[in-house]
């Protein structure tokens, strides 16, 4: 396959992540392994069966379309559950195939059991609530409602799941706001229970809400960022440390982007590089071409801010990055050449550059970066 670049997905950080993040839930406690977004930039194709292999067996996705792209990869047992979007032409698909979606408004959920009724199948919901996100879910004052319904059609509706989702776990800032949360969540389990209506599971905790309140982690967590190696904020390494005295770092980072250089050219002092002015030389340089833009990912913020690593040292990129290319100064460096490997994100010899520092000059965050890879960039599992 040709290519510009490629992204390594690490096979042993996987394991020792998963391995990690099943350590610190409690005794019962599902693992849904959250791989929205294209697994976070990681590669579905290429995440998921790593997962499998780790000992995962539940996934969840944001859309039909994410959850039709981890069927066609994961193994027949595998469960999926879709947390946000479910459009009317996926309904069907989703019911026959035994896929778990969010149901959050009562139209959804007279048309998930119309669909039902007519393949006689059930259809696996979850219910979600509305407790302070303030963005989908039922209020309490309609979850009557819906418990009533869910029991009056029994025969096509499984109540997989009551859940809900916390604003901002990942912050001391937001206590009493996830406690309010919390408690709201919990009026509606009790609800449900008195209704004689319970679902298969509860569960609200994120990454955030697993390692800072481990009374969220419930029946099921719904893990994302933690999973691939990043902590979903400093705050809540910090929080962990102090909870466990444990210093050392846990989580292994489990991406690298590498590219290669294109070409080499000598530049006199007085010479603007690349498009526009927003780079003079005031020395001669010598700079060389990486076949990597903003079309890969690689943010234009970063024009004359960003760094990479080649020959072991970290230098700069100069210029404006384009769509397809950034150039890079080289001019400390002996013998670069056409075909050098040039690291973008991750290990070379005793340097690093991490998603954090790249996200920081950029002002992006962690998820944005990640997210960002384009899906056409190869993936390649490593050990």
């Not at 599902?30 to 000992?55: F, I």
């Not at 989703?94 to 896929?99: K, L, S």
């Not at 408004?105 to 007279?110: G, K």
Request: with cysteine.
């Amino acid at each position: 396959m040709f290519k510009s670049s490629i992204i390594e997905i690490s096979e042993s950080a996987i394991n020792q992540n998963i391995a990690f993040v099943k350590s610190i839930l409690l005794e019962g406690v599902k693992l849904s392994c959250v791989v929205k977004g294209n697994a976070y930039g990681h590669g579905v194709a290429e995440y998921v069966p790593l997962a499998e292999k780790a000992g995962v067996d539940h996934f969840s996705v944001f859309s039909a379309d994410e959850a039709y792209e981890v069927k066609n990869v994961c193994r027949p047992g595998t469960d999926i559950m879709i947390m946000g979007y479910t459009d009317d032409q996926a309904l069907s698909w989703c019911i026959e195939q035994g896929i778990e979606f969010y149901v959050f408004d009562f139209d959804r959920l007279i048309k998930v059991a119309e669909v039902a009724e007519s393949l006689n199948k059930k259809a696996k919901i979850h219910i979600e609530i509305e407790t302070g996100f303030n963005r989908t879910g039922f209020n309490m004052t309609e979850f009557s409602d819906v418990l009533k319904f869910i029991k009056n059609h029994a025969s096509s509706i499984s109540f997989e799941g009551l859940c809900t989702h916390y604003a901002g776990a990942e912050s001391i800032a937001n206590y009493v706001r996830v406690q309010s949360q919390l408690k709201k969540f919990i009026q509606a389990r009790r609800k449900a229970e008195k209704a004689g209506v319970t679902p298969r599971r509860y569960h609200t905790a994120s990454s955030a809400a697993t390692i800072t309140y481990p009374k969220t982690q419930m029946d099921m967590v719904r893990i994302g960022i933690l999973q691939f190696g990043f902590w979903p904020t400093p705050e809540t390494h910090v929080q962990y440390i102090n909870k466990h005295g444990e210093p050392r770092q846990p989580l292994q980072r489990i991406l690298t982007w590498k590219s290669t250089v294109m070409s080499t050219k000598n530049i006199k002092a007085g010479e603007f590089i690349g498009y526009g002015t927003s780079y003079l030389a005031i020395t001669d340089k010598v700079i060389a071409t990486v076949p990597v833009g903003y079309a890969h990912g690689f943010p234009r913020s970063l024009s004359n801010m960003g760094r990479v690593l080649i020959h072991g040292k970290r230098v700069g990129v100069i210029g404006t990055v384009n769509m397809n290319i950034m150039t890079i100064d080289v001019t400390a460096l002996e013998g670069v050449k056409p075909g050098d490997e040039v690291v973008i994100i991750g290990h070379q010899g005793e340097l690093d550059i991490s998603v954090a520092s790249f996200s920081e000059l950029s002002a992006q965050v962690n998820y944005e970066t990640l997210t960002r890879l384009p899906a056409n960039i190869q993936r390649k599992i490593v050990e």
